[in-house]
């Protein structure tokens, strides 16, 4: 069984165009995450969900959108791609929220590597 | 604020060969969390290993020891007898305790392992 899943793996969109990448883990975990990696493989988190209520909010576009419908599903919505947005964006989960005293290790979905042509 | 530096940016060893890999990092909190990721070419993430500020002891799983030394702010991985297998990307990451804290990683060390 998959632990955390993304879909599509690949994405392959023109500027202007919206899209959206999914994320389901079956961990029971409370919190779930979205990262950039660019092509120089530097990893920076964009954002961070706790039972469904947003965490982290980095310095992102606002043309990027987490939506949370529950605290298994994490989605990401991007309005307007541009060249820049090219990457591969993973998801991850943990236990327990952010704020907690001890930190969890974060496991990983696949990657979803986008592309803007 | 926190920083997490990955000075080898690119190893290449022989298999059977032992190879560390290196990590510093900087905060001020007293409590933290150091961890380590493997990133195959097949590009998923892969989690290895979790240390907290407490507690400084070594950690062997296999051919993998770490050695974390908050002395020096270092969280050093060692590969012993490398396997072809064990080439990959390898993230150091840093995440203090408290709210909305967030995982900061170095930049990563590319390891090659030839035949």
């Known amino acids: 069984d998959t632990a955390v899943s993304q879909t599509p793996k690949y994405l392959v969109t023109q500027m202007g165009n919206d899209k959206s990448i999914k994320c389901e883990q079956n961990?029971?975990?409370?919190?779930m995450y979205w990262y950039k990696q660019d092509s120089k493989k530097f990893l920076k988190i964009m954002f961070s969900y706790n039972n469904k209520e947003l965490i982290i909010n980095e310095t992102v576009p606002n043309r990027f959108s987490p939506k949370s419908p529950d605290k298994a599903h994490l989605n990401l919505h991007i309005n307007s791609l541009e060249l820049g947005d090219s990457a591969v964006y993973f998801c991850a989960s943990s236990q327990g929220p952010p704020g907690d005293t001890y930190s969890y290790e974060q496991y990983f979905g696949p990657g979803t590597r986008l592309t803007v042509t | 604020a926190q920083k997490v530096t990955q000075a080898q940016t690119e190893i290449s060893v022989v298999e059977k060969e032992d190879v560390t890999l290196d990590c510093v990092y900087e905060t001020r909190d007293t409590t933290y969390y150091l961890f380590w990721y493997k990133q195959p070419p097949s590009g998923e993430l892969v989690f290895l290993i979790r240390?907290?500020?407490?507690?400084?002891q070594n950690e062997i799983s296999g051919r993998y020891s770490w050695n974390f030394q908050k002395s020096t702010s270092s969280f050093n991985f060692t590969i012993t007898a490398s396997q072809v297998v064990d080439s990959a990307v390898y993230f150091c990451?840093?995440?203090?305790?408290?709210?909305?804290?967030?995982?900061?990683f170095g930049t990563g060390t590319r390891l090659q392992v030839t035949l």
């Open positions: 240390r907290n500020s407490f507690d400084e």
């Open positions: 961990l029971g975990h409370d919190t």
């Open positions: 990451a840093l995440r203090r305790a408290g709210t909305a804290s967030k995982l900061t």
